[in-house]
Structure formats: C-alpha cells, structure tokens
C-alpha cells in the first residue's frame, strides 16, 4: 500500500473509530440529555462559547504574527491568518501519531516570503514552544490542586505525578537548547548518521537546515528577546481563555460557577489525557469518554461533560472549516512546486 493511500486508509480508520466511540458514549449518556444540556445555553451563553474560541484563535494568530514580524518576514496579515487557521485545522484532524500542521503553515508563508526555509520554520518553532511555555504554567498549577485534591483517586495523582514532570521536563529541555544555542537536535541528528551511514548523506543534510533552524530560534532569544516576551504573554492569555472555558460554558448552561482549584483539576487532566488520547480526528469520541471521568471529579454529570465538549467542538470545527477552506483555495500542490522552484533557484 502506497504512502498516502496508507495515511487515507489511517485516518478514515480512526474516523470511524471515533464515530463509533462517540455513539457508545450518547448510549450511555443519553443523546436527549445531551442536547437539553447545549439547548440551556441559549442565545446568550452561544454567543460567549462562541466569543471565547474566537478570542482564542485571534490570540494564536497575532502571537504568531508577533515573531514573524521580529524576523522580518513580511505578509500580508490575511496571509498570517490563513497560514495559522491551515495548520491548526490540519493538525486538529489528524491523529497524534502523525506529524501536525506545521509544515502546512511554513508552506504557505514560503509561498509569499522570499525569507528563507529556515526562519519561517524558526517562527514556527518559537510560537509552538512559547505556546507549550503558556500550557505549562497552567499545568503546574493545576497539578498542585490535583495532586491536593481529595477527589481524585490515587491512580489519577499517579497520572499527574508523571505526565506534568514529563512535559515540564521536556519544555525545560527545549528552553535551554534554544536560549543557548547547543544545537542538541541537529547533532542528535548527526550522531544518527554515523550511526546509519547508509542514510549519513541524508541525514547530514538534515542536520545542516535543522542547526540553521536553531540558529534563527536563539535568535528570538537574544535579538528579538523583547517579541518573544509579547508573544508569551498572547500565548498566556490564549491559554487562559481555554482554562476558563468550563467556566464560561456551566455558567450560562445551569449557573454552576467552577472554582478556580475545579477549573486548574480539570485543565491539567483534559490536557493530559487529550495528549494520550488524540488518536482520532478532533479527539472525536475519546475526549467525550475522558471529559465525563475527569468532570465528575467536580460534581459536573456526564451529559453536561459530554454537552461541553460537543459545543466548543462545534465552534473548533467551523474554525477548521476556514482553515481547509483556504487551504484548498490557495492549492497545496502548487504551492508546493512553487516553493521547490524558488529554492532551487535560489541555490
């Protein structure tokens, strides 16, 4: 089976996987209760749901805008809005497994910019990592009221205990790679070039554009430290307005008012878990499953869990849905030729 058609065949598998799981999870909630919950929203508590997600996508976008501008890669601001909407929508679709939309998004800011390969990745890169940067704060707090929390079972602290110090780890890792420019990654890469010299050439090759990649992020430390601090503190506040989302979507749909010790428990376990269990398109169906778990730890029955994930989901989806939209109006393919072209003029 060809590369592509195996990819095809994956996610249509997963996709019928998730639709199946999600239909287990209406049998077991009650496709009725379910619906009466999101119908308690009504005009007003719609417009907020739908107000916080957009928020959010504007946060993502300027943050990014933020560096892109810092590195000198100059777009038209509907370029940097589509490119951001592409990649998330590509990278929400996809399973975990598979690599995100991130090349997505280089792809179509090449396809404009005559910045080189390596600094439109290098933005890339920076806005990811202080988005990560912005997800750990959170994750750390609501970690502590976790692991303090009576209400969550053993095994559940045990999770915590070891997914919040593995993505702290990690994320720390990364922040002193990056602002010291030790180039771990691309002589990872060398070392594995040694280690298989049938693919040394290849992998030489690798190395030389990701150390170039590297070069351009420590930049952001150092040169364009001033941008990277603006773009953490967007990346902050985007992560805020998904930290209150429960917040926002029980209010108006029956008045209960989560605490800020509620809020950080079901933040750190949804993002846990959505890391373990984004195996199908959108986390359809698994994150239904994992949200009822995780929300009844704060008095929240299963069909409100289940009402909430469907409602923001919802908006997420329309939010993929400007995103492919743009993606196959501008052609991947010919962008893709395009950029090919320059590059090999350009050497």
């Known amino acids: 089976m060809k590369k592509p058609v195996k990819k095809v065949f994956s996610i249509s598998l997963s996709l019928l996987v998730g639709t199946i799981l999600l239909g287990a999870v209406f049998y077991y909630v009650g496709w009725k209760n379910t619906f009466d919950e999101i119908g308690s929203l009504h005009t007003v508590g719609i417009l907020a749901l739908a107000g916080n ?3 959010t996508t504007i946060m993502w976008i300027i ?3 933020v560096i892109l501008r810092a590195y000198g890669v100059a777009i038209p601001f509907r370029r940097v809005i589509g490119a ?10 996809t399973p975990s497994l598979y690599f995100g939309g991130e090349p997505v998004r280089a792809l179509i800011v090449a396809d404009s910019s005559s910045a080189p390969i390596t600094r439109i990745f290098a933005t890339i890169v920076v806005e990811r990592f202080l988005g990560g940067l912005g997800l750990v704060f959170f994750i750390l707090i609501g970690g502590f009221f976790a692991f303090i929390s009576p209400q969550v079972t053993h095994a559940e602290k045990e999770a915590v205990l070891i997914g919040v110090p593995f993505i702290s780890f ?3 890792i990364g922040l002193i790679d990056f602002a010291g420019n030790f180039k771990w990654i691309s002589r990872i890469i060398r070392l594995l070039g040694r280690i298989f010299t049938r693919w040394k050439r290849g992998l030489g090759r690798a190395a030389n554009k990701v150390a170039e990649t590297e070069d351009e992020v420590y930049t952001a430390f ?4 001033r941008a990277t601090l603006l773009s953490l503190l967007i990346q902050l506040l985007a ?3 998904v930290y209150i989302r429960p917040l926002v979507f029980f209010y108006f749909s029956s008045h209960t008012i989560l605490t800020f010790p509620q809020l950080s428990l079901v933040f750190t376990l949804a993002i846990i878990m959505s890391a373990v269990l984004w195996v199908t398109p959108g986390g359809l169906g698994t994150g239904e499953a994992a949200l009822i778990g995780i929300f009844a730890l704060v008095g929240i029955a299963k069909d409100g869990a289940v009402a909430f994930s469907l409602s923001y989901k919802f908006f997420e989806l329309l939010v993929v849905a400007v995103g492919l939209f743009y993606l196959f109006h501008k052609g991947i393919r ?4 395009r950029v090919r072209s320059s590059s090999h003029r350009s050497s």
């Open 53 to 55: 997600v957009f928020l």
């Open 63 to 65: 943050g990014w805008w």
């Open 84 to 93: 951001r909407l592409s990649g998330f929508a590509v990278s929400y679709l």
């Open 170 to 172: 990690w994320m720390i």
């Open 222 to 225: 150092t040169k364009h430290w």
């Open 239 to 241: 992560n805020l307005l």
């Open 334 to 337: 010919r962008m893709w030729h």
